[in-house]
């Protein structure tokens, strides 16, 4: 059974840092890996997302890396601002199906 | 990518009684929508695959009689939490694939807290 684990749980930075946000997961026959950020009681917002043969996606200050092999995602945030604050959930495909793996997210603050 | 919709976006209810929730595809005609609880600091956990025009695939631990999925229509799945208990509280959140089949498209969720 596919696991998804983040580190850590919750993390509280000053604006203009940069910050890296881990993802893992059990089992490497994935499809594909996504990140998605929530805004408290929102739907999700699909940010970057990483198919099996990539090994990493950018999008303006975020770039995404996967690495298949050792079941590893980071999700790195450039420059952090006040309004990247919130929940950052990391979700694999398990491959052959349509199911998504959630990890429980990791909560981010960025202090102004 | 795809447009998702949910209605209500947040429910209060009485203990015993029936609750529907919709989520539409906007812009895709979706054979397969899925059905997601999320707890408080919790992962999002799938409940439910909704096929257009047959029946919907559970996942091991949802009771099937108790959150009733109809998928008549290519924008519209419904999913109703009958006999709701206070344990039923939570934010439900729907999704669909779109084109690519890759990838899921999130509607905004609904908050149901049953009293």
């Known amino acids: 059974k596919q696991e998804v684990t983040q580190i850590p749980a919750a993390l509280s930075v000053p604006e203009g840092e940069n910050l890296v946000l881990n993802c893992s997961f059990t089992?490497?026959?994935?499809?594909?890996l996504q990140w998605f950020r929530q805004d408290p009681g929102k739907g999700l917002t699909s940010l970057l997302l990483?198919?099996?043969?990539?090994r990493e996606q950018t999008s303006g200050r975020l770039n995404a890396s996967l690495d298949k092999s050792s079941g590893r995602s980071t999700l790195y945030i450039a420059a952090s601002q006040p309004g990247d604050s919130a929940t950052y959930l990391c979700?694999?495909?398990?491959?052959?199906?349509?199911?998504?793996?959630f990890g429980k997210g990791t909560k981010l603050s960025v202090i102004p | 990518g795809a447009v998702v919709s949910q209605h209500p976006s947040w429910v209060i209810c009485k203990s015993g009684t029936s609750v529907k929730i919709e989520c539409r595809s906007l812009?895709?005609?979706?054979?397969?929508m899925f059905w997601y609880r999320q707890f408080p600091k919790q992962s999002l956990m799938l409940m439910a695959t909704?096929?257009?025009?047959?029946?919907?695939?559970?996942e091991q631990g949802v009771e099937k009689d108790k959150f009733l999925i109809n998928h008549a229509s290519l924008t519209l799945s419904t999913l109703t939490v009958t006999s709701a208990h206070p344990e039923d509280s939570s934010f439900y959140i729907c999704?669909?694939?779109?084109?690519?089949?890759?990838?899921?498209?999130f509607g905004p969720g609904t908050r149901l807290t049953v009293l």
């Open positions: 909704s096929n257009e025009g047959s029946k919907a695939t559970y």
């Open positions: 812009d895709f005609q979706a054979t397969t």
């Open positions: 999704s669909e694939t779109g084109s690519s089949y890759n990838e899921q498209f």
């Open positions: 089992d490497s026959a994935i499809y594909n």
């Open positions: 990483i198919q099996s043969s990539q």
């Open positions: 979700a694999v495909l398990v491959a052959g199906s349509y199911q998504l793996t």
